[in-house]
């Protein structure tokens, strides 16, 4: 079974009882204050069959990130084939999502700095990074963990009117 581990953080594969967990996180509002909205139970529940389904078909994924200490579910961080065209897909993603009482402990930026050491054994040479441009806590991960700012873009899958759809884009060549 495919696991990293951290200082403080244990990336693993994920356990049927992380999906209460997950559910209650993406109906946080404060967590997905970025995303265009919270998530139904259904919708977490098919996000966690894709993200099982890509490690099954693509050797890297989303994990599911715990505490060492006692073992909670804490959110996710990963690797994510690039999901719509743009100029710097195909590509992979390196991507995190936490629940809100884990934000601004460094966990996220712990996390992520495990995965890029992942991807380079999985001989991944180029990481992509992004998000709405009013994203400033996960901006600052990206700047944390050695990646460089390299544009910006409109989201294409989100509606012209809406204030996520300006996205920063970031990038880190892993050779």
């Known amino acids: 079974m495919l696991q990293l581990e951290t200082e403080r953080l244990v990336l693993r594969q994920w356990k049927p009882a992380d999906l209460p967990l997950f559910i209650e996180m993406n109906k946080d509002k404060e967590v997905m204050r ?6 139904t139970d259904a919708e977490t529940i098919q ?3 894709r993200i099982v389904a ?3 078909q693509k050797g890297y994924g989303l994990f599911a990130i715990e505490l060492k200490c006692n073992g909670k579910f804490i959110g996710y ?3 994510h084939e690039i ?5 710097f897909s195909p590509g992979v993603e390196i991507g995190w999502r936490l629940a ?3 934000h601004n402990c460094g966990y996220a930026t712990e996390a992520a700095c495990a995965v890029i050491g992942y991807a380079q054994t999985l ?12 994203n400033k806590p996960s901006e600052r991960v990206m700047q944390k963990i050695g990646m ?3 544009g910006e873009f409109l989201h294409p899958k989100l509606e012209d009117v809406s204030p996520l759809k300006a996205h920063v884009l970031y990038s880190l060549d892993l050779i």
Do not use: C, R
């Not at 970025?34 to 998530?39: C, G, M, N, R, W």
């Not at 999901?83 to 100029?87: K, M, P, S, T, V």
């Not at 180029?126 to 709405?132: C, G, H, N, P, Q």
């Open 148 to 150: 460089q700012k390299t």
């Open 83 to 87: 999901g719509f065209e743009a100029a």
């Open 100 to 102: 809100a009482a884990y």
């Open 123 to 134: 001989g991944i040479k180029k990481l992509y990074s992004f998000t709405a441009s009013v």
């Open 47 to 49: 996000f966690y069959e």
């Open 34 to 39: 970025y995303f265009p909205s919270t998530l």
């Open 54 to 56: 890509e490690f099954e």
């Open 77 to 79: 961080t990963g690797l």
